[in-house]
C-alpha cells in the first residue's frame, strides 16, 4: 500500500524559506516519478515541479522557478520542495504525488497522493 505523508508546512513571512518533506511508504520513489502540487483558497490545485525516475527535475510553474527546488533522498526514501523567497500568494495547501510512468504536470494522472500541508505565507 502507498503512502505519501508531507511535513514541513506552517506559517512564515514574506522573504522567509521553507522545506517540505514527502516520506513514502510501500513505493521506492527512485522508481517513480514525484511531483509537487499547490491548491491556494478558490484555486485549482496546480503542478509546480517534477523529479523523474532518472533525475531529471521539471519546473512547470514561471513564478516559482529559480526560488523552489526539487530533490530527492533514495536512502530515507523522501523527496523535498526547498522554498526559497516565499510570497503571500504562496499560501496553499501543499502535495506531493507520485506516478509511474513520466512527469506530467495534471493532477488527473497522479494515483497516489498525500494529505497535503498547508503553507502560509503572511506578515
Known amino acids: 500500500q502507498v503512502q505519501l505523508v508531507e511535513s514541513g508546512g506552517g506559517l512564515v513571512q514574506p522573504g522567509e524559506s521553507l522545506r517540505l518533506s514527502c516520506a513514502a511508504s510501500?513505493?521506492?520513489?527512485?522508481?517513480?516519478?514525484i511531483a509537487w502540487f499547490r491548491q491556494a483558497p478558490g484555486k485549482e490545485r496546480e503542478g509546480l515541479l517534477c523529479?523523474?525516475?532518472?533525475?531529471?527535475?521539471?519546473s512547470y510553474v514561471e513564478s516559482v522557478k529559480g526560488r523552489f527546488t526539487i530533490s530527492r533522498d533514495g536512502a530515507k526514501n523522501a523527496v523535498y520542495l526547498q522554498m526559497n523567497s516565499l510570497k503571500p500568494e504562496g499560501t496553499a495547501v501543499y502535495y506531493c504525488?507520485?506516478?509511474?510512468?513520466?512527469?506530467?504536470?495534471?493532477?488527473?494522472?497522479?494515483?497516489?497522493w498525500g494529505q497535503g500541508t498547508q503553507v502560509t505565507v503572511s506578515s
Open positions: 504525488a507520485v506516478r509511474r510512468f513520466g512527469c506530467n504536470s495534471a493532477q488527473a494522472v497522479y494515483p497516489y
Open positions: 510501500g513505493v521506492t520513489l527512485s522508481d517513480y516519478n
Open positions: 523529479i523523474s525516475s532518472s533525475g531529471v527535475r521539471l
